[in-house]
C-alpha cells in the first residue's frame, strides 16, 4: 500500500481555492489512484470519469497549474517533490518483505520443537 501526501494547509493554497472543491475531488481521487497504481502521478484521459470527474474538473486543475497536459491523460504537477515514486515504493515493499520474511524465519525458530 502506497500514501498519498497531502499538506496540512492544502485547503487554503490559492491554487486550491482556484480550482474548487469539485476538481479538488477529483484531484484527490486521482491522487490515491495513482498512488495505488504507482503512476508516478500520471492519470490517462479514461480514468477521469472512473473517477467520478469530468473533462471541465481536470481542466480547472490544468487551469490551476495542479495538474498538466500529457500525452493520453493528465499529470501531477510536482508529483515528485511530494510523493514517493514508483521504484522508492517497490524498493520499500521489498525491504518490508524481506524483514517479514526474517521476523518469520525468527519466530518458527522460537517455536521450533527441540531435537
Known sequence: ???????????????????????????????????????DGFVPDHVVPLLGGTRTQAQRLLSAKLWQKADGGWVFHDWDDYQLLKEKVLERRAAAKGRQAAWRAAQKQKTAPPD
Open 1 to 39: 500500500m502506497a500514501w498519498v501526501r497531502i499538506d496540512d494547509g492544502f485547503w487554503s493554497h490559492p491554487k486550491v481555492i482556484a480550482a474548487g472543491n469539485a476538481a479538488i475531488g477529483l484531484w484527490i481521487k486521482a491522487a490515491s489512484y495513482c498512488a495505488q497504481h504507482l503512476t
